[in-house]
């Protein structure tokens, strides 16, 4: 397995007086981050105000693209029809890359937020529509998925470079899926026991599932959800593991 991982987080999500996460102390943290773009969190001084401050860092900045979901935190399924859905990606990509572009940095890679992530995951149809949107814009853009994911699969087959990713705070089903939200086990929030993890997928590409099951995860990159509780001391513990034992961190696309 690969000793040298990616560290991401979504970031950017707050909203108006609404603050979710820290931020500051995230991008301090990893080494890329998802900003979100405005469709399912984000407003535009956020936007800004992050894309700035991942750039001073040096972290580098993908764009987290998601339905029009801001009352649902974009992790409701929306029946989107493929030519809006490819728009909508295309309109999002459009609007952090302007932030990028005035901050001195640009849009790196693009990886789908909530129900997108799951649904892209899954659905022919979904996954084609954002795979379009990427390929139109920049087929240079690499995109972040589940591994096995049909969202990966079709993106390897336009061309595009497709880059796994793991979850530090999540569980998995013994399918190599994400644990749905609502259900047992969905969330880990004990940063040794996340800890420890991390570093068992970067060093074996095994993950243990709800069941007790040993699920094999190919991942470049790893994932700890701004808005989990306590996020920024998982990250840090995430860190702090993998360098000692002897996982580089570094990221996965280039500015």
């Not at 399912?40 to 991942?54: M, N, Q």
């Not at 909530?114 to 659905?123: E, F, H, N, W």
């Amino acid at each position: 397995m690969s000793l040298v991982i990616d560290l991401n987080a979504d970031l950017g999500e707050s909203f108006g007086t609404w603050v979710l996460g820290d931020d500051d102390a995230m991008l301090g943290v990893v080494t890329s981050a998802n900003v979100a773009c405005g469709f399912h969190a984000g407003d535009p001084t956020t936007l800004r105000r992050t894309v700035a401050r991942a750039a001073e860092r040096g972290v580098v900045v993908g764009a987290q693209v998601g339905y029009r979901d801001l009352a649902g935190f974009g992790r409701r399924r929306m029946d989107v029809a493929p030519e809006d859905l490819t728009a909508d990606v295309l309109y999002q990509l459009g609007a952090l890359e302007a932030m990028c572009r005035v901050a001195g940095t640009r849009v790196a890679y693009v990886k789908p937020h909530g129900a997108l992530y799951t649904t892209a995951a899954v659905d022919e149809s979904q996954a084609r529509a954002v795979v379009d949107a990427v390929a139109a814009y920049d087929a240079t853009l690499p995109l972040l998925g589940l591994p096995g994911s049909v969202l990966l699969r079709v993106a390897g087959e336009r061309g595009l470079t497709p880059v796994g990713e793991a979850f530090a705070d999540r569980g998995y089903d013994a399918d190599g899926r994400l644990v749905a939200r609502s259900a047992p086990g969905a969330l880990l929030h004990d940063p040794a026991e996340v800890a420890a993890r991390v570093v068992r997928m970067a060093r074996e590409g095994v993950v243990k599932a709800v069941d007790g099951t040993e699920v094999a995860v190919d991942a470049r990159s790893v994932c700890v959800h701004g808005d989990t509780p306590g996020a920024v001391g998982l990250a840090a513990a995430v860190r702090t593991a993998l360098a000692d034992a002897g996982v580089a961190l570094e990221a996965f696309a280039r500015p």
